[in-house]
């Protein structure tokens, strides 16, 4: 979440956004057991990401502090902190990483996107962090 001052980068969940194709794969590709655990995984993969974007909103309503002290895994990073950003994707898969460098390295996954999202990330980082932004 950008801020005047610093990016706030929070947990919204931790379950696979791919439940459906991981169920397929595991059952066979496209035999019947495995296109039934693909619907199932469906419909996993829907709540999950309903949940992540009631999370998102919950935060978006939150100060910076209180974001990162919402969970152990959230922090915040001055502007000037950030060395670069690398957006890779989206892959075959539809995956975009987001590589962050600062005085460490934190990668970040976005499953399902499209090349639409890749732009969107793009002018988003861009717009707050002009000249430290590369797509690979």
């Known amino acids: ?35 039934i655990g693909s619907a199932i995984g469906a419909i996993v993969d829907s709540a999950s990401a309903d949940s992540r974007s009631k999370q998102a909103a919950s935060m978006s309503a939150l100060n910076p502090d209180d974001i990162v002290n919402a969970h152990k895994n959230n922090f915040k990073l001055s502007y000037s902190e950030i060395r670069n950003i690398e957006i890779k994707g989206p892959n075959f898969a539809g995956e975009v990483k987001v590589i962050v460098n600062f005085a460490k390295t934190e990668k970040f996954r976005i499953d399902r996107q499209s090349k639409a999202t890749t732009k969107y990330l793009v002018e988003t980082f861009s717009k707050f962090l002009p000249g430290k932004i590369a797509v690979r």
């Open 1 to 35: 979440m950008f801020f005047q001052d610093c990016v706030v980068f929070f947990k919204t969940g931790s379950f696979s956004a791919n439940t459906s194709g991981t169920m397929q794969a595991a059952l066979g590709g496209y035999t019947g057991a495995a296109l």
